[in-house]
């Protein structure tokens, strides 16, 4: 799952690399007609998804209705889970240019590649190492000191005076948050595996609204202290504090290790 998941990293750089030389050619005016070039990956993907095999997760009739999950205290503690994980992760990452080029008064070019480009990189290549490491560790143990690291790298990033102390905190976020949302996803399906489809829609759903909730946190932070983006940062180390503590209760409540 992790190793699957690392891709995303790597489109998200082939992106951010691309957009940046289009930019540098093209100049910044012409975004429409990358956005129009960038548009033809998801049309070429409805094909794929046309002629792609979908496997069953459960035989018919053996998984859980959506109904029997909402009643399902871990099932709750699960979304918390993905909700904090694309929280952390988003955060960060959709503002890793604005940090960068406030932070060090470099020009968006330097700060696309500087922030959210190093910072997929990082989160890529952490994946991948998991996926390599992923018999030898407990998925749980070390996802929580990954929260820890999250939290430390949040707290450089918004505290730091020396803004490469700052842009380190924001490229190693990447490397704290890279198994998170994989690595909740292995947890339900671990802990819950009956789940079926339902469980995982209401996964992605929760990890794309903890996505959709952070960055706007930040910036309405950021606004209210006068366009401060660190302050804004600051507020978001609230989701990893969070995924560590639920983290702390799985463990606690529901007992064996996740692998």
């Known amino acids: 799952m992790s190793l699957l998941h690392s891709f995303y990293c790597w489109g998200a750089v082939g992106v951010i690399l691309g957009s940046t030389l289009f930019f540098t050619v093209f100049g910044i005016e012409n975004w429409k007609i990358l956005t129009l070039i960038w548009a033809a990956v998801p049309f070429y993907n409805a094909f794929n998804f046309i002629t792609c095999p979908i496997e069953r997760l459960v035989e018919d009739g053996e998984g859980m209705r959506p ?26 990452a959709q503002w890793a240019s604005a940090f960068t080029e406030s932070a060090m008064g470099v020009s968006k070019t330097v700060g696309d590649l500087a922030g ?4 997929a990189v990082l989160m890529g290549i952490s994946r991948v190492l998991y996926g390599r490491m992923s018999g030898k560790l407990d998925l749980v143990r070390t996802m929580t000191w990954c929260g820890l690291l999250c939290v430390a790298c949040y707290l450089t990033a918004s505290l730091a005076s020396s803004p490469i102390l700052g842009l380190a905190g924001c490229a190693l ?25 339902a ?19 930040v910036g309405s932070v950021s606004d209210m202290a006068g366009g ?16 560590i503590l639920a983290l702390i209760i799985l463990h606690r409540r529901f007992g064996e290790r996740a692998k």
């Open 67 to 92: 109904g029997q999950l909402l009643r399902l205290p871990l099932f709750w503690l699960l979304i918390l889970l993905m909700v904090c994980s694309g929280a952390s992760e988003a955060s960060m």
């Open 116 to 119: 959210p480009c190093l910072f």
């Open 173 to 197: 976020c990447g490397s704290a948050v890279g198994i998170m949302w994989p690595g909740s996803i292995s947890i339900s399906s671990q802990k819950c595996p009956r789940g079926g489809t």
């Open 199 to 217: 469980m995982f829609a209401f996964l992605a759903l929760a990890g794309d609204l903890g996505a959709t909730v952070s960055p706007a946190l």
């Open 228 to 243: 401060d983006l660190k302050a804004g940062l600051l507020a978001a180390v609230v989701f990893p504090l969070i995924l």
